[in-house]
């Protein structure tokens, strides 16, 4: 991160010029502070780093809550299902809302409701009604705020931060989900054995504190519209055109399709495999929290090698150790070896996520950037309750270890359609490319 000695504030939304702006290129923001010194950037990553590590600890109570009251894999799998079928349903409709609504008031909203899902399940604990529809309900709110919050965020990003630290700040981002994987899974192991309200009602606080961030914040999260918007569907048809003319990131959403659909399943692979082996529910916890070390580790690898590997190299390699370091769940002998197994997996996770999310970014144009990350994330996510409910199955059928290894097939050959496309070989420079558009 280069030092500068002036800084600038966030982009203001009155008539009266910020101080110290850099102006930018047309229909681009000024050029914003250093991203520690960027007082909006700060305030939207720290109440998504508390949000985040509140997720990840209601994230490992729900299938143990689950499994205690119902026995049952496939139920887990159903909730599990529940949460990400909104995503699925709603993904295209809500990127063209993203692009016409005020980003910044849906996940004022969203986060609110999703404090008030998340609080009715320690209420309903502590008067003894707690029901496997409800935990069903809550995750189907939970699922359906969460789609239009992801693609508001996702959008707002390069209106917060300026194009020379955006890939930074993705990198930071994905840090989130590294230090909250690290932190929230020994939580909600801890607090699950505490007493099982807690967990749910930590997670319900960290979205107050992610209202909160986004209350004092004063970028306005999108350009001005200059025109009236057209009909929804006809937008999310321009989205759709323009994704689909543009080849690589086009490959992009069908590869990630193929290598984050077999493993959307993993945490109930995981609880499954750890209970096997006789493993306490805070030892569970230390299994996903290893998740956070080498997501952590990763996330701090990923600029580094964005800046010294081509776009289209580190693809390839990610999408190959992706697959192939999925094989070692199965051969755990004991929960250390399995927690190490895990870190070791997790650290390819953010390296890929992080470099593909840049691309799409860099050669989105901001009025179009909630529609096609809503088609490209339908796209990758869009599967999700699919996957999971068959991962439950799966495991009821032939158990985690076969699961994991009839889930590694279509990973690996995701991994050689991107070894064999041309196109992706060839790709330069996330830099170069940033550089090209411009």
């Given at each position: 991160m280069?030092?500068?000695?002036?800084?600038?504030?966030?982009?203001?939304m009155?008539?009266?010029?910020?101080?110290?702006?850099?102006?930018?290129?047309?229909g681009?923001p000024?050029?914003l502070?250093?991203?520690?010194?960027?007082?909006?950037?700060?305030?939207?990553?720290?109440?998504q780093?508390?949000?985040?590590?509140?997720?990840?600890?209601?994230?490992?109570?729900?299938?143990?809550?689950?499994?205690?009251l119902?026995?049952?894999?496939?139920?887990?799998?159903?909730?599990?299902?529940?949460?990400?079928?909104?995503?699925?349903?709603?993904?295209?409709?809500?990127?063209?809302?993203?692009?016409?609504?005020?980003?910044?008031?849906?996940?004022?909203?969203?986060?609110?409701?999703?404090?008030?899902?998340?609080?009715?399940?320690?209420?309903?604990?502590?008067?003894?009604?707690?029901?496997?529809?409800?935990?069903?309900?809550?995750?189907?709110?939970?699922?359906?705020?969460?789609?239009f919050?992801?693609?508001?965020?996702?959008?707002?990003?390069?209106r917060?931060?300026?194009?020379?630290?955006?890939?930074?700040?993705?990198?930071?981002?994905?840090?989130?989900?590294s230090?909250?994987w690290?932190?929230g899974p020994?939580?909600?192991?801890?607090?699950?054995?505490?007493?099982?309200?807690?967990?749910?009602?930590?997670d319900?606080?960290?979205?107050?504190?992610?209202?909160?961030?986004?209350?004092?914040?004063?970028?306005?999260?999108?350009?001005?519209?200059?025109?009236?918007?057209?009909?929804?569907?006809?937008?999310?048809?321009?989205?759709?055109?323009?994704?689909?003319?543009?080849?690589?990131?086009?490959?992009?959403?069908?590869?990630s399709?193929?290598?984050?659909?077999?493993?959307?399943?993993?945490?109930?692979?995981?609880?499954?495999?750890?209970?096997?082996?006789?493993a306490?529910?805070?030892?569970?916890?230390?299994?996903?929290?290893?998740?956070?070390?080498?997501?952590?580790?990763?996330?701090?690898?990923?600029?580094?090698?964005?800046?010294?590997?081509?776009f289209?190299?580190?693809?390839?390699?990610?999408?190959w150790?992706?697959?192939?370091?999925?094989?070692?769940?199965?051969l755990?002998p004991?929960?250390l070896?399995?927690?190490?197994?895990?870190?070791?997996?997790?650290?390819i996770?953010?390296?890929?996520?992080?470099?593909?999310?840049?691309?799409?970014?860099?050669?989105?144009?901001?009025?179009?950037?909630?529609?096609?990350?809503?088609?490209?994330?339908?796209?990758?996510?869009?599967?999700?309750?699919?996957?999971?409910?068959i991962?439950?199955?799966?495991?009821?059928?032939?158990?985690?270890?076969?699961?994991?290894?009839?889930?590694?097939?279509?990973?690996?050959?995701?991994?050689?359609?991107?070894?064999?496309?041309?196109?992706?070989r060839?790709?330069?420079?996330?830099?170069?490319?940033a550089?090209?558009?411009e």
């Amino acid at each position: 991160m280069s030092q500068e000695h002036q800084f600038s504030r966030p982009l203001q939304m009155d008539d009266s010029p910020a101080p110290m702006q850099v102006p930018g290129k047309a229909g681009r923001p000024p050029r914003l502070a250093p991203l520690w010194y960027n007082r909006d950037y700060l305030l939207l990553w720290s109440g998504q780093l508390l949000s985040n590590i509140g997720t990840q600890i209601s994230q490992l109570a729900f299938p143990l809550l689950v499994l205690a009251l119902t026995f049952s894999p496939i139920q887990a799998g159903i909730v599990a299902a529940l949460r990400s079928l909104p995503f699925a349903v709603l993904c295209l409709p809500a990127g063209a809302l993203i692009d016409r609504w005020d980003r910044r008031k849906v996940m004022l909203l969203c986060d609110t409701g999703r404090a008030l899902a998340l609080l009715s399940i320690p209420v309903a604990l502590w008067v003894g009604r707690l029901s496997f529809l409800q935990l069903g309900l809550v995750a189907l709110i939970e699922g359906t705020l969460f789609t239009f919050f992801s693609l508001a965020e996702a959008a707002c990003l390069p209106r917060v931060v300026s194009q020379e630290y955006l890939p930074t700040a993705v990198a930071q981002n994905e840090a989130i989900g590294s230090i909250s994987w690290l932190i929230g899974p020994l939580l909600g192991g801890l607090l699950y054995g505490l007493g099982r309200a807690l967990p749910f009602f930590l997670d319900a606080l960290s979205y107050v504190c992610s209202v909160l961030g986004l209350l004092f914040m004063q970028t306005k999260f999108q350009e001005e519209r200059v025109q009236t918007p057209s009909r929804m569907w006809k937008e999310i048809g321009e989205g759709l055109i323009w994704l689909w003319n543009t080849p690589v990131l086009r490959f992009l959403a069908l590869l990630s399709f193929c290598l984050v659909t077999p493993v959307y399943g993993y945490a109930l692979i995981l609880i499954v495999l750890a209970q096997g082996l006789h493993a306490t529910s805070l030892v569970i916890g230390a299994i996903f929290a290893s998740i956070g070390l080498g997501s952590l580790a990763g996330s701090f690898l990923a600029t580094p090698l964005q800046k010294r590997f081509s776009f289209g190299s580190l693809m390839i390699c990610s999408s190959w150790i992706w697959a192939v370091s999925w094989l070692a769940f199965a051969l755990a002998p004991n929960p250390l070896i399995l927690g190490g197994a895990v870190a070791v997996s997790f650290i390819i996770a953010p390296i890929f996520e992080t470099t593909q999310l840049n691309y799409r970014l860099v050669v989105t144009p901001d009025q179009m950037l909630g529609r096609v990350s809503s088609i490209f994330r339908l796209v990758t996510f869009g599967s999700q309750p699919l996957g999971v409910l068959i991962t439950g199955v799966l495991i009821q059928w032939i158990g985690p270890v076969w699961t994991v290894i009839v889930l590694f097939f279509p990973q690996g050959i995701a991994a050689l359609a991107a070894t064999l496309y041309r196109p992706l070989r060839e790709a330069p420079l996330l830099n170069n490319i940033a550089q090209e558009k411009e």
